[in-house]
């Protein structure tokens, strides 16, 4: 058997070795859904509560995440005069250059690199608005556990996101641009309470 972990790298591999298509199947990520929502009530010992709506983007800062178009976003909600923090989880290579795109856009006051942490899911669970910037992706688990959260997600139009968004009712999905994120997280805030 062939397994893969989603309907889109399946056609993928189905086209890449048709021959063996009879041979392959999905099946989904096993996710221990109580136990993630339980690691969402740990205390936030690096976060500040406030009334100000907060966007969530968890991954690695490197290429394949685009988490330029964060910094782009945030701009142009900055320049719209929308009120938000957004909160970027993970590390990486690249994070060097984000700094700078964030400093360049001048929107160092609205968009926070907390790093790598062992526990995301509290920041999962505080957020507003869950938004998923890559430019591809496989599974892509952590729009499933933006999802468990119920949070509503924006991402770019990535394979999966049709297989795990449905648009206009647990998200919205977006071209790949900084104007484009910003428009849909946009109607998002104006119109999700937490």
């Not at 139009?157 to 484009?180: F, H, P, Q, T």
């Amino acid at each position: 058997r062939i397994v893969t972990v989603c309907r889109n790298l399946l056609r993928d591999m189905q086209g890449y070795y048709p021959e063996f298509a009879h041979k392959m199947s999905v099946f989904y990520d096993m996710l221990d859904i109580p136990g993630i929502r339980r690691l969402g009530d740990a205390y936030l010992a690096r976060y500040e509560r406030t009334e100000t709506p907060r966007i969530l983007t968890v991954g690695r800062i490197c290429e394949a995440k685009a988490l330029h178009l964060v910094a782009e976003a945030a701009a142009i909600l900055k320049e719209k005069q929308i009120d938000f923090l957004w909160y970027i989880v993970g590390d990486g290579e690249l994070r060097t250059q984000l700094e700078s795109r964030i400093q360049a856009l001048h929107v160092q006051d609205r968009v926070v690199l907390l790093g790598a942490l062992d526990n995301p899911y509290p920041w999962f669970k505080d957020c507003n608005v869950y938004v998923q910037t890559s430019v591809y992706e496989g599974s892509c688990t952590t729009i499933t556990e933006a999802l468990i959260f119920g949070k509503p997600v924006v991402t770019t139009d990535i394979d999966i996101a049709y297989e795990k968004i449905d648009d206009g009712r647990n998200g919205l999905v977006c071209g790949m641009s900084g104007m484009d994120i910003a428009e849909k997280v946009e109607r998002l805030l104006l119109n999700t309470k937490k």
